[in-house]
């Protein structure tokens, strides 16, 4: 009964195959969790400390709290906030690891990188306070990515993070001051908070809140950072037309799937992978396809125009079709078992950062000093499983769609300038102003197993579209709608409202691009959801409003990993409600739960609510937007 567990029609026959071999998948291990343990489900689990698992158990006599005597708020917050903590090491180390890179290629001592935006790395020195004037590049260069550095250590709490205070109206960042959650080093922030929540630490709800919203600020100064300096180091993305779905995958290539989050290796494949398309032909091939799944894939699709395969929950079915010869994996949202998966055929699973290996995979440790080589060496390794491959376990679905994908910042706001060359942005305004469009939504987030692949996703951007929303997209959330074919200019004709349409007929005839613009313009990765937030930043000075007025909103239908929560947290921090399709552990305790979805409204105008419903969700989201509208007009 496949059917219900994907709206996506190649995994539905991808889990069919899986079923004839017997294999296991993710969907299978869903349901063998069910029912879920309704205190870990709720938040009121705790596991801080070797005493427990301690849970809240109201009707037994010294039941209602934990050992040591946390309540039920006590434990709800620390949980929620050493998400928050997980997810912003996640995406700041993914921008460590760049800025370490950025800062090597400046020392001259990698060959195979390079300043490849020159133009956005004088943009981002003048935003930071590098001084370029009759400077060289690589001395530009050298003090970004040592000021992206000076992040992650400084210890002086008298200073204040550089990447947020750059990109953030004054405004924001004193409420930011006044509640005390500006932090000034990203590795001192998030050590603090795991600090803050150890046994016996901080029992405040509230204050345990705050610290978390100081580690979601970092988690939002690393993705901008991670986001400008991969522009700088690898192009900053412009429309590129390309496909997705597993039909993506083509039975006469070498198939190599990039799968993760950091593009150091990515880029370099696609870059080696040009190079080498004889070899493959050698084995017998007719080239080589380099296809993207999960972040990893956004980088390249927004850069480079490589198809996406497929999103995070159907990972393991890009194995199914028996074609997939080598997936090369970095960091974050890789399953275990696509091991196993690749067991079943002749698959190479290689894992490449010293942080993340997989027993029984093939680990080829990437060293970025010989990056082309390294690239080069596991692009063999796909070639020599290639000739392994045993024709008669091929299964392709015949199923992909046109993407438009390739929506930066700067690629955004050079469509609208096509309108507006003096202010671009005032594009997006009139309209909002003239009532053509309603309002901006950012559709992002990832794959929840709680509910069915992809269908809220769609749903809610199917609605929204119908309402006459412009919108975003970014990560899984972003391949879900590509994945479905609604991507593309065809998707703008079968959903938008009259209005929408109306916007994407200016637009198209002034863009001068060879496609029509989509119905949901992809900014990339989830680290790079900084680009969203800079998009609001402008709309807010050039309305006249302060960041929580814009009437924007976000979506998350489907949230899974850590880091979703360190990015609805920040969110919510600069003023944006944010929906959230999974019903979140924080409904253990009603004192944290109104915190986050409604006292949060009263001091950062931002709130999250809970929704798994799609149809619901829309309204409120559409609802939001109009109050804001109407709010705006009133102050007129
Ligand atoms: Fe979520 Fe980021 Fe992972 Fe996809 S890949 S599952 S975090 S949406 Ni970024």
């Known amino acids: 009964m496949s059917e219900h567990k994907t709206i996506d029609v190649a995994a539905t026959q991808m889990l069919d ?26 938040g009121i689990c705790c596991r801080i400390c070797l005493q427990g698992p301690c849970r809240i158990l109201p009707k037994k006599p010294g039941g209602n709290k934990g050992i040591c005597g946390a309540a039920d708020y006590t434990i709800v917050a620390r949980n929620t906030v050493r998400y928050i903590a997980g997810g912003a090491a996640a995406h700041s180390d993914h921008g460590r690891h760049i800025a370490e890179t950025l800062l090597h290629v400046a020392e001259g001592k990698l060959h195979d990188y390079k300043v490849t935006d020159p133009d956005k790395l004088v943009r981002v020195a003048k935003r930071i306070g590098v001084e370029t004037e009759g400077r060289d590049v690589m001395a530009i260069t050298k003090d970004v990515a040592s000021a992206a550095l000076a992040e992650f250590g400084r210890v002086d709490e008298t200073q204040e993070l550089t990447w947020i205070n750059a990109y953030t109206d004054e405004k924001r960042l004193d409420l930011w001051r006044k509640t005390t959650i500006m932090p000034s080093g990203i590795n001192l922030s998030l050590a603090q908070l795991l600090h803050q929540t150890h046994v016996g630490t901080d029992s405040d709800p509230v204050n345990i809140i705050f610290g978390g919203l100081k580690a979601a600020l970092c988690d939002i100064d690393g993705q901008h950072l991670a986001t400008d300096l991969s522009d700088i180091l690898f192009g900053t993305g412009v429309p590129v037309v390309t496909e997705a779905n597993l039909g993506a995958i083509k039975a006469d290539k070498v198939n190599i799937a990039l799968h993760g989050h950091n593009p150091l ?26 296809v993207g799944i999960c972040c990893t894939g956004n980088e390249v699709l927004m850069r480079e125009g490589v198809a996406i395969a497929t999103n995070f929950a159907t990972q393991e079915l890009a194995v199914m079709t028996g074609a997939m010869d080598a997936m090369v994996v970095d960091v974050q949202c890789i399953m275990p078992s696509l091991r196993s998966a690749a067991e079943c055929f002749h698959t190479k699973i290689v894992t490449t950062m010293p942080i993340m290996k997989i027993p029984g995979s093939y680990h080829f440790a990437f060293d970025e000093h010989n990056a082309i080589n390294s690239a080069k060496e596991i692009i063999r390794l796909a070639i020599e499983a290639y000739k392994n491959r045993d024709a008669s ?76 929303v412009f919108l975003l997209a970014g990560g899984c959330s972003a391949q879900a709608h590509a994945l479905a074919g609604m991507m593309n200019g065809e998707a703008v004709k079968k959903y938008a409202g009259e209005g929408l349409k109306k916007f994407f007929a200016r637009l198209n005839a002034a863009a001068g691009l060879t496609t029509e613009l989509p119905l949901m313009f992809h900014t990339g990765s989830c680290v790079d959801y900084s680009r969203q ?66 006292i949060a409204e009263d001091v950062f105008g931002g709130f999250f609510f809970w929704e798994p419903d799609a149809l619901k969700a829309s309204e409120r989201l559409v609802e939001i937007i109009e109050e804001r509208n109407w709010k705006n007009a009133m102050r007129k």
């Open 17 to 42: 195959r899986a079923k004839e071999i017997g294999f296991l998948t993710t969907f299978d291990r869903a349901k063998a969790q069910e029912p879920r343990c309704t205190f870990g489900n709720t």
């Open 533 to 598: 937030q800079d998009l609001v930043n402008m709309l807010a000075k050039e309305m006249g409003v302060e960041n929580h007025e814009v009437p924007y909103v976000v979506s998350a239908p489907e949230a899974m990993s850590e880091k979703a929560v360190a990015i609805g947290s920040w969110n919510v921090a600069y003023g944006n409600p944010t929906h959230v399709g999974v019903i979140a552990p924080t409904v253990g305790s009603q004192l944290v739960n109104d915190v986050v979805t409604k």
């Open 393 to 468: 376990k091929v299964s392709i679905p015949e199923i992909k769609n046109t993407v438009v994908a390739g929506f930066s910042l700067e690629s955004i706001l050079n469509i609208f300038g096509k309108i507006n060359p003096e202010n671009p942005i005032r594009v997006l305004v009139d309209a909002i102003e003239a009532g053509e469009i309603k309002g901006i939504a950012s559709l992002i987030g990832c794959n929840n197993l709680k509910g069915t692949h992809d269908q809220n996703h769609t749903a809610i951007a199917i609605e929204l579209a119908k309402n006459d």
């Open 265 to 290: 290796l990515s880029q370099m494949v696609v870059n080696a992978a040009k190079e080498m398309q004889d070899e493959a032909k050698a084995a017998g091939a007719t080239g080589i396809n380099l």
